[in-house]
Every structure is written in C-alpha cells, then in structure tokens.
C-alpha cells in the first residue's frame, strides 16, 4: 500500500513539474527541460498543425496500437497449445478480409482530410508584409532584407559555449550573434535556399520547416501572434557542425521593428552583400 502511495505521490510530482514546464511562460520559443509535447503554438498553422497531432493522429494510434495488443494478449492465451491442440485449417475469411482493406482505408480518408487542409495553409500564402530570404551554409544562416526593408544582410552564428550569458536570456545550442527581426501579427514570407548542402529552416513554435536546397528558391511563411525570440535548429543533417547552427527570430512590436530596421542597415551595410565576417576557424568545435 505504502509502495502505491509513494508511486501515486512521484507521478503527480512529475505530472505538476510536467506541466509548469509545458507552460512555463518564459519557455516560450525555446524547448524545456523534461518537456513531453511541442513547445507553444504562436502561428494558425503551428496551432493546426498541434491539432491535427493530438486530436486527430495521437488517438488514431492509440487505438490501433491498443486493438492490435488486445489481439495479440487473447491470440497468445485463447489459442495457445494447451488449450487449442487441434487448430482450426480455416485459411480464408472473406468477410474478415474485406474488413481490414475497407477500414483502414476509411482510416487514411479521415487522416487525410485535415492533413491536406493543413498543407492547403501552408502553400497558398497570405500577400507578404515583410519578405526575407533566409540561406543556409556551412554551419550558419544568413539573412538578406529586401530594398523596401533597407537592403541589408548579415550571417547569423551560434554563440560559443564558454560565451553564453544566461543573464541576457541566452540559451546555450540555440543563442545566435546576430538575431533576424520581424514585426508581431504581420505576414513575414521566407525565401530559403543553400548556399553549399540541403539545410532545414526550422522553428517549431511557428510551424515553419523548409528545406534549404542550393540552387533553389523555396517558399514558407509565417504571422506570428506573440512578441518575443522564438528558437529552431537546422533539421536536414548538413556536416559536422549540423547541431552548431541554430535559428533564432526575434517578433517585436511595429515601431521596434522599424528602429532595428535603422540600426540594422547601418550595421550590416556592405554594398548590398551581406558581410563575410567568420573564418571557419571560427565556428564551434564539434564537441564542446
Ligand atoms: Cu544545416
């Protein structure tokens, strides 16, 4: 009894910590420690995308998985050697094997509606207010702004280690030098190419996952809804430093965006190219 006590008292420890974590209102853009489920939804398509995980595919699967072992645990009892010596020579079952073509096939159909609503979303993009290209490299993401936003561009790296300060909300693995800007509840299109291998342009809390391939000029798009600095990660393995090249987007207001426009120009300004400013040498060992 004691022993069942101290389980129930451990599982709603873990469940209370479980769920400060999941809503932890600082965690937001960012993964968290002991966390089980996506990080929040600050776009339409990142909450769709959320729904059709959790109402839609999860109980699906649970269901099946459940029918399946239920099948298995009578199977392995009911008709075992000891109690079924002489087993049944039935090959065939007609009705049986219409069964499992048509229900499945009725489960794909319910599957499938949503996901093509989704994906509907995700192509046919709402008319930009913000247009970015985005190019992955070898191990860094740069980013270009268009003349009508200033026409600059600038390299975006991971932020060493030993250089994180936890104190200006650093995140060691996902901080990067150079944040790209954009402004809250506006239409922000991503133009993502590579500029050597196929990267991945990934942020989970915007729903947002576009492969970056060289010599192409892929199309997503986003509208966050909430301001603050959403992190991702490359998500198509590239090399060596595949782990060492994170994402990080900051959502500010209107006028914030405007102001960083400015300084922004100033400081990336090189005749419209975007600055190379990192050796190779530079970048994070594999390691650290
Ligand atoms: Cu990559």
New binding site residues.
């Given amino acids: 009894m004691n022993k069942i006590l101290k389980f129930c008292a451990l599982t709603a420890a873990g469940a209370t910590v479980f769920c400060a974590n999941a809503f932890a209102d600082s965690a937001i853009g960012q993964p968290v420690q002991g966390q089980v489920g996506f990080e929040p939804a600050v776009t339409s398509i990142a909450r769709d995308i959320h729904w059709f995980h959790n109402i839609v595919l999860m109980p699906i699967i649970t269901v099946i998985t459940l029918f399946v072992l239920a099948l298995l645990v009578y199977v392995s009892l009911r008709f075992n050697e000891k109690r079924n010596p002489v087993p049944s020579k039935t090959t065939h079952h007609a009705g049986l094997e219409v069964a499992w073509t048509i229900i499945p096939v009725l489960l794909l159909v319910v599957i499938a509606i949503p996901s093509f609503r989704l994906l509907s979303e995700q192509v046919n993009m709402p008319k930009a207010d913000v247009t970015i290209k985005v190019t992955?490299n070898q191990?860094y993401w740069s980013y270009a702004y268009p003349k009508d936003q200033g026409g600059f561009g600038f390299d975006s790296m991971i932020i060493p280690a030993a250089k994180i300060d936890a104190s200006k909300g650093e995140v060691n693995l996902l901080s990067v030098d150079n944040m790209a800007e954009v402004p809250v509840n506006k239409v922000v299109h991503l133009q993502v190419t590579g500029a050597d291998v196929i990267?991945?342009f990934t942020v989970p809390s915007f729903g947002v996952r576009m492969d970056a391939i060289p010599g192409r000029l892929n199309q997503t798009w986003f509208k966050a809804e909430k301001e603050g600095v959403y992190f991702g990660q490359?998500s198509?393995i590239?090399g060596q430093n595949?782990a060492y090249?994170p994402i990080a987007i900051k959502v500010v207001s209107e006028d914030e965006y405007k102001a960083w426009l400015v300084t922004a120009k100033k400081q990336f300004a090189s005749n419209g190219q975007s600055p190379v400013r990192q050796a190779m040498a530079e970048l994070p060992v594999v390691n650290q």
């Fill in positions: 992955g191990w990267h991945s490359c198509n590239c595949h090249m």
